[in-house]
T-cell receptor, first 114, second 114 residues
């Protein structure tokens, strides 16, 4: 079974702190994604990556950056956390190119910024 | 641009009754359509997908969905609901030429009662 793991289930940070969220997948997937989930808004794509060292902006990239140095690992960085970044963050991965593949999700990190 | 609408925030159904969770989409070209389920404090789990072929797609846990091109809909159905089906359900769409990006709906909470 595909496994996507995220470094923390719950995280509490202070405004202005730099925050790192880590995601690791074990199925050699090319594509990796970061979403945030907010009530009433569904999932919104922050960034995605289709290869090592490659990244593309999603729908809401402002205030975030990403890093993909190894195929299995995709990091989301909040350069200076703000209270409006309090949310559930979900990482996902999927194989190959084309549109037919489903995405596999990690358990999520619930981030609270005080 | 691609989009998904889930018109109901919540659906209530009695155990043993059939359930339907509605989804309509907008995309240029032929869509790839997905349903995911999220249990409390968990990531999303893949239920089923429509890529091509039969309009009726069968998935996990007895769920199925019907693709209707003329109505641009992909409603999720189950003949007999279980209390354990209570969860948050997301519909997602991917259009041609959008790499691997999925666009999610805002989610529908399904509540199944005894």
């Amino acid at each position: 079974d595909v496994k996507v793991t995220q470094s923390s289930r719950y995280l509490v940070k202070r405004t202005g702190e730099k925050v790192f969220l880590e995601c690791v997948q074990d199925m050699d997937h090319e594509n990796m994604f970061w979403y945030r989930q907010d009530p009433g808004l569904g999932l919104r794509l922050i960034y995605f990556s289709y290869d090592v060292k490659m990244k593309e902006k999603g729908d809401i990239p402002e205030g975030y950056s990403v890093s993909r140095e190894k195929k299995e690992r995709f990091s989301l960085i909040l350069e200076s956390a703000s209270t409006n970044q309090t949310s559930m963050y979900l990482c996902a991965s999927s194989p190959g190119s084309g549109g037919a593949h489903e995405q596999f999700f990690g358990p999520g990190t619930r981030l609270t910024v005080l | 641009a691609q989009s998904v609408a889930q018109p109901e925030d919540q659906v209530n159904v009695a155990e043993g009754n059939p359930l339907t969770v509605k989804c309509t989409y907008s995309v240029s070209g032929n869509p790839y359509l997905f349903w995911y389920v999220q249990y409390p404090n968990r990531g999303l789990q893949f239920l089923l997908k429509y890529i091509t072929g039969d309009n009726l797609v069968k998935g996990s846990y007895g769920f199925e969905a019907e693709f209707n091109k003329s109505q641009t809909s992909f409603h999720l159905k189950k003949p007999s609901a279980l209390v354990s089906d209570s969860a948050l359900y997301f519909c997602a769409v991917r259009g041609p030429g959008t790499a691997s990006k999925l666009t999610f709906g805002t989610g529908t909470r399904l509540q199944v009662t005894l």
